[in-house]
């Protein structure tokens, strides 16, 4: 496995314009979908936070008293930092999260949990900052079984993102990244992974064909 640091360092200028393209302008609505969740308040923290865009529009949506933006690559923190001026972004990974035990009452995370280097390190580090009873939202591509939609998602993923990579020279992070997704867990196997870690599972929605799935949990 490649240092996902210097993965998302390298495409830090053209991520917001990729994910546009590889998502067909969706990747908008299902952020606003993600935050919309609940009526978040107390303190927030946004696990690979990249450029910012769920944890400000957190901070524009809700009465947060303090939220923080997390990610261990420097040039995704820039560009979320010239975003938005009132958010606390620091650099920082899943596995070892700088701050105290019981801190936040809740903890968000899309499309980063399959890219840390050990997820199950990850929800643990996550256990040990939430408030106990507090929330976790999880927004991640699924590995879908059923025969046919693996076969459309196998060309999405080895075909189409690619190619969008190799248009702005980043051919190799985006390959990578689409193998990432492909060996990441169906929704039944997460949701046995987060029960596993002592998280309660209260809601599992996927849409796009269950490409994205998004999970709503609490500690236990």
């Known amino acids: ?19 546009n393209i590889i998502s067909l302008g969706k990747h908008k609505r299902w952020k606003k979908d993600f935050v919309t ?9 946004d696990i690979a936070t ?13 009465p947060v008293s303090e939220c923080y933006g997390l990610d261990p690559s420097q040039n995704m923190l820039k560009i979320a930092k010239e975003k938005s001026q009132n958010i606390n972004f620091l650099k920082g990974y899943a596995e070892n999260i700088p701050f105290e ?11 980063g949990i399959r890219n840390t280097k050990s997820i199950e390190k990850s929800l643990e580090e996550i256990h040990r900052v939430l408030k106990d009873n507090k929330y976790l939202y999880i927004m991640e591509f699924s590995r879908n079984e059923n025969p046919i939609m693996k076969l459309i998602t196998n060309i999405y993923l080895f075909l189409f993102i690619p190619l969008v990579g190799l248009l702005f020279g980043k051919f190799k992070e985006y390959f990578y990244l689409s193998s990432s997704i492909n060996k990441f867990f169906t929704p039944k196997e997460f ?3 987060l029960s596993k870690n002592n998280f309660k599972v209260l809601e599992i929605k996927s849409f796009n064909l269950g490409i994205v799935t998004i999970y709503t949990a609490t500690k236990i």
């Open 1 to 19: 496995m490649p240092d996902t640091k210097n993965t998302f360092n390298s495409i830090a200028k053209v991520y917001d314009r990729i994910n």
């Open 37 to 45: 969740k609940s009526n978040m308040n107390g303190k927030i923290l």
């Open 50 to 62: 990249g450029t910012g865009d769920i944890i400000r529009l957190i901070k524009e949506k809700y």
């Open 101 to 111: 035990n019981k801190m936040f009452d809740y903890v968000t995370i899309s499309f």
């Open 191 to 193: 949701n046995e992974l």
